[in-house]
């Protein structure tokens, strides 16, 4: 089944059709620039101008980097405000005329990952991270998602872990990838002591193999870590999944 899926991040929004029983691209991604004041409006039309690009009339999955319960949104650490109490399903589907499930964008990364990446056919806890501008998580066990988790928020010397060891971070403090590491290792080490993950899937900036290169070797888990396949796809995918799984019965 063919679902719009859209993710919503800080630099750009993109949307693709994806073929949800495979989970690929079945067209290629349209980006739009995030607006500079990202407003849920603003946002909104955003998300119309992608559904028109595709003349798509269909379910649409979307993403959002905030915590999104029963289609409410109840954070905005890294957006603007406005968008707290948002609500944000029916915001989308007035804009675009589709029926829309909004979900966390780590989530949304998790589940795609979970269904058909790295994380397929894993068992147990896993524990899915995202590392960009913030830090994002998505919680398995048994391959159900547990949603919401905000582990990026946990605290790590004095403040969210995100304000530590997030690649925005990286690049603030001209940290060098081996730096970066090691603030990644404490903040991972408080995940393990925890929650206990069977197994860790990095995801994100991060993730890119180029740059895994320079830093995998620094990082030792009791968990199995592996590195996530789907790279900047996965929001995608994972809202037009998730959508499917919540729309269609
Ligand atoms: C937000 C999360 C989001 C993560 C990654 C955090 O700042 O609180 O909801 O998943 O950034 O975008």
Partial sequence: MEILGIDIGGSGIKGALVNTDTGTLTTDRFRVDTPPE?????????????????DWQG?????????????????????????????????????????????????????????????????????FVTVGTGIGSALFTDQHLVPNTELGHLP???????????????????????EWAGRFQEYLDLVEFLFAPDTIIVGGGVSRPEKVALYRHCLQTQAELVIAELENEAGIIGAALSARQQLVS
């Fill in 59 to 127: 379910i649409l999955g979307c993403t959002i980097p905030a915590r999104v319960e029963h289609g409410v949104v109840h954070t905005a650490a890294n957006i603007h405000n406005d968008w707290i109490e948002t609500r944000v399903d029916d915001l989308v589907s007035s804009a675009t005329g589709c029926p829309t499930h909004c979900l966390n964008d780590a989530d949304a990364a998790g589940v795609a990952s979970i269904a058909f990446g790295a994380g397929r056919s894993r068992m147990g806890v896993v524990f």
């Fill in 38 to 54: 990202a407003t849920p409006q603003a946002v909104a039309l955003v998300t119309k101008q992608i559904a028109r690009h595709f």
């Fill in 156 to 178: 790590l010397h004095g403040d969210a872990a995100e304000n530590w060891a997030s690649n925005r971070i990286r690049k603030e403090e001209n940290l060098s990838w081996e």
